[in-house]
C-alpha cells in the first residue's frame, strides 16, 4: 500500500530556511512512472502547487516562489525533501507531499498524497 | 500561469441533489483536469482525471465533463459523505501547474 509521510520542524523562524522530508512506503521513488511533488495549503485557503521533482534528480518547481525551492530525492532512504529559504509569515501553511503519476500522454494527476503538515513561521 | 476559476465558491445542499460544479481555464487545457474532494484536516483525494475519467474506487454517482476552457463535475445525487471542499486542478502546464479555489459544498 503507496503511503506518504511528510516530517519535519512544525514551527520556524522568519527569514530561516524551511526544511520538510516525505518518507515513501509501497513504491520505490526510483521508479521512472512517478514524479514526488510539494503542495501547500494556508489555513483556511487554497491549494498551490510548489514544485516537483524526479527521480534522476529533474525538477520543476513553482516560478512565483523566486527560486526559494530547492528539491531533492533520496533513493537510498526512498524519500525526497523540499527546502524553501527566506521564510516570512506568508509561507505558514499546511505541506503535503504527494505522488504525481502520468496518463494518457500527461503528467499531473495527484494520486496519493501524504496527510500534511502544519509549519507555522514566527519568532 | 493558467488561472482557474471555480463556481460558485459555496454551494447549499441537500442529500439526494444533483450538484455540478464548474471550472473554467484562462486559456485551453485541452483535457488535463483533474478534480479533487478535500475534507476538514484531510488530504486531498482525487475524484477524477482527464477531464472525465473516474479513479479507481470513487463511486460512479461523481462524473466530470468538458474539454478546452469550460469543465464540470457533476454529483448526481448527494449523499452525506460528499459534503466536502472541491478544487479543480489543471496538468496542462507545469510552470507551474494551478488549482482552481475550491467549491465548498455544505448542507
Known amino acids: 500500500q503507496v503511503q506518504l509521510q511528510e516530517s519535519g520542524p512544525g514551527l520556524v523562524k522568519p527569514s530561516e530556511t524551511l526544511s520538510l522530508t516525505c518518507i515513501v512506503t509501497g513504491v520505490s521513488v526510483s521508479s521512472g512512472t512517478y514524479y514526488w511533488t510539494w503542495i501547500r495549503q494556508p489555513p483556511g485557503k487554497g491549494l498551490e502547487y510548489l514544485g516537483n521533482i524526479f527521480y534522476s534528480g529533474s525538477t520543476n518547481d513553482n516560478p512565483s516562489l523566486k527560486s526559494r525551492v530547492t528539491m531533492s530525492v533520496d533513493l537510498s532512504k526512498n524519500q525526497f525533501s523540499l527546502k524553501l529559504s527566506s521564510v516570512t509569515a506568508a509561507d505558514t501553511a499546511v505541506y503535503f507531499c504527494a505522488r504525481e503519476r502520468c496518463s494518457g500522454g500527461a503528467c499531473g494527476q495527484l494520486d496519493y498524497w501524504g496527510r500534511g503538515t502544519l509549519v507555522t513561521v514566527s519568532s | 500561469d493558467i488561472q482557474m476559476t471555480q463556481s460558485p465558491s459555496t454551494l447549499s445542499a441537500s442529500v439526494g441533489d444533483r450538484v455540478i460544479i464548474t471550472c473554467r481555464a484562462s486559456q485551453s487545457i485541452s483535457r488535463w483536469l483533474a478534480w479533487y474532494q478535500q475534507k476538514p484536516g484531510r488530504a486531498p483525494k482525487l475524484l477524477i482525471y482527464?477531464?472525465?475519467r473516474l479513479e479507481s474506487g470513487v463511486p460512479s454517482r461523481f462524473s466530470g465533463r468538458g474539454s478546452g476552457t469550460e469543465f464540470t463535475l457533476t454529483i448526481s445525487s448527494l449523499q452525506p459523505d460528499d459534503f466536502a471542499t472541491y478544487y479543480c486542478?489543471?496538468?496542462?502546464?507545469?510552470?507551474?501547474?494551478?488549482f482552481g479555489g475550491g467549491t465548498k459544498v455544505e448542507i
Open positions: 486542478q489543471q496538468y496542462n502546464s507545469y510552470n507551474p501547474l494551478t
Open positions: 482527464e477531464a472525465s
